[in-house]
């Protein structure tokens, strides 16, 4: 069973991005793994998920985006969230603006439990009221409690 909580701290959380282009939100939501001290180049973070975008947008469309990607060196699968009020242009299925990133980096040798982690999140991500309560969210805690409990309500 993939639990989210295992790979998401509070810390990987942005709750508000700053970034206007989607190599910047790349950069921003990778960084957050750097504080975590997990031995990965960030340069090859955003080059394995810039390369994941050319096979086709991870902008799923209603305001989502979960661009995701594998690393060698990396030893488990981490997720990172980030939130833009403004909304970025991420090339969306739908053409809309993305509000809501999770950025999933997996280990090289993880097919497995990196698509069980991408369908988790997108099956949570189906809710309206999650997706607007993650919106809604004061802070980076409340979005990392409004996360877990989601987590735990899909095993």
Avoid at 49 to 76: F, V
Avoid at 78 to 102: E, N, T
Wanted: proline share 2%.
């Amino acid at each position: 069973m993939v639990n989210i909580q295992d790979m998401l701290k509070e810390a990987f959380i942005i709750e508000d991005l700053k970034s206007k282009t989607k190599k910047e939100v790349l950069a921003e939501l990778s960084g957050v793994f750097l504080s975590d001290d997990m031995g990965i180049a960030r340069d090859s973070m955003i080059e394995v998920l810039m390369e994941r975008e050319k096979l086709g947008s991870t902008g799923i469309g209603d305001g989502i985006a979960i661009p995701h990607g594998k690393l060698t060196g990396l030893e488990r699968l981490v997720v990172s969230f980030g939130r833009s009020s403004v909304g970025v242009d991420f090339d969306s299925l739908d053409g809309g603006p993305v509000h809501l990133f999770f950025l999933l980096m997996a280990p090289e040798n993880s097919a497995g439990q990196h698509l069980k982690a991408l369908a988790k999140i997108s099956r949570m991500l189906k809710d309206v009221s999650f997706r607007e309560a993650l919106v809604k969210a004061e802070s980076s805690k409340d979005i990392y409690s409004l996360i877990v409990e989601k987590d735990r309500a899909y095993v």
